[in-house]
């Protein structure tokens, strides 16, 4: 199986559609490898990156929901381990990390796209559906209405994004339990109702935040790589296993 580098992470934060397209050509996750029909690139040729790593398969994930819900912490959590205390700095158009795991012996990279959650973004954020192989609906178990607001983005992830996007809900901030007004039985009600596999996180804890993008990866990579004789990945049986064994949500 050849192998290709992991780019750099990249920080583009006012980046436009224009701007994404020449991303694109000089090293987006769309550009270095052939694209297959399912979307996802297969690198054709090895090279060493500086940071020596090296995958076999890449795919785009979205984060998307209200300002505030956390997306930005959710990123840099999963990327560098660190949660971003402090002041809150509102994301301006859309920024990207790259990050590879290692799923079921495949080098998975991860092209994360952090979208702007500010309603002024909101075409900025419309030209990147299309392409997302995935994406992580977050709310604010402490702000209802980004709770409230899940229906009007599942609504937009209808008409933007691509038919067979693996959607997955996230219910951040899951450690703060005296300011909770979103209970985890409502997040899972909603999520039963879509069809689609939820958990809480907390980027301040580091809660369920490896396991949310290790289940999206692990049904990527086995949507494209389907081994003969393999069983069919089941995403949501993995996240509530998971999340049961890891005593999600127990706040
Ligand atoms: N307690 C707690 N606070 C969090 C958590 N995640 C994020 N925050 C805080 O929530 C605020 C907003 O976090 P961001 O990650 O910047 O929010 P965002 O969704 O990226 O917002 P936009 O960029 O405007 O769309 C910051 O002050 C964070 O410190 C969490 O898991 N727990
Ligand atoms: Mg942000």
């Not at 703060?176 to 980027?203: D, I, N, Q, W």
Request: hydrophobic share 35%; glycine share 8%.
């Amino acid at each position: 199986m050849s192998r290709k580098k992991a780019g750099k992470a990249k920080s583009n934060p006012s980046a436009s559609p224009k701007s994404r397209e020449s991303a694109k050509r000089s090293g987006g996750a769309g550009s270095s490898g052939d694209a297959q029909p399912d979307g996802a690139v297969r690198p054709s040729r090895p090279s060493l990156s500086s940071s020596g790593e090296f995958y076999d398969l890449a795919f785009k994930v979205m984060l998307v929901g209200d300002s505030g819900v956390g997306k930005t912490c959710v990123l840099v959590r999963f990327k560098d381990g660190a949660f971003l205390a402090g002041s809150f700095i509102s994301t301006v158009g859309i920024d990207f990390r790259n990050k590879v795991l290692n799923i079921d012996g495949a080098k998975v990279k991860l092209q994360i796209w952090d979208t702007a959650g500010q309603e002024r973004f909101r075409s900025v954020t419309h030209a990147y559906y299309r392409d997302a192989h995935a994406l992580l609906l977050l709310y604010d178990v402490t702000n209802k209405s980004s709770f409230d607001n899940m229906q009007a983005w599942l609504t937009e992830i209808h008409e933007y994004a691509q038919q067979n996007v693996v959607l997955m809900l996230l219910g951040n901030k899951a450690d703060a339990a005296h300011e909770r007004v979103v209970k985890r039985e409502e997040g899972e009600r909603l999520a039963k109702e879509y069809g689609v596999p939820f958990m809480e996180t907390s980027a301040k804890s580091g809660m369920n935040v490896e396991l949310a993008f290790t289940a999206i990866a692990k049904e990527l990579k086995h949507r494209t790589m389907k081994d003969e004789g393999e069983q069919k990945f089941q995403l949501q049986e993995f996240v509530k296993k998971e999340t049961r064994s890891t005593g999600c949500c127990g706040f």
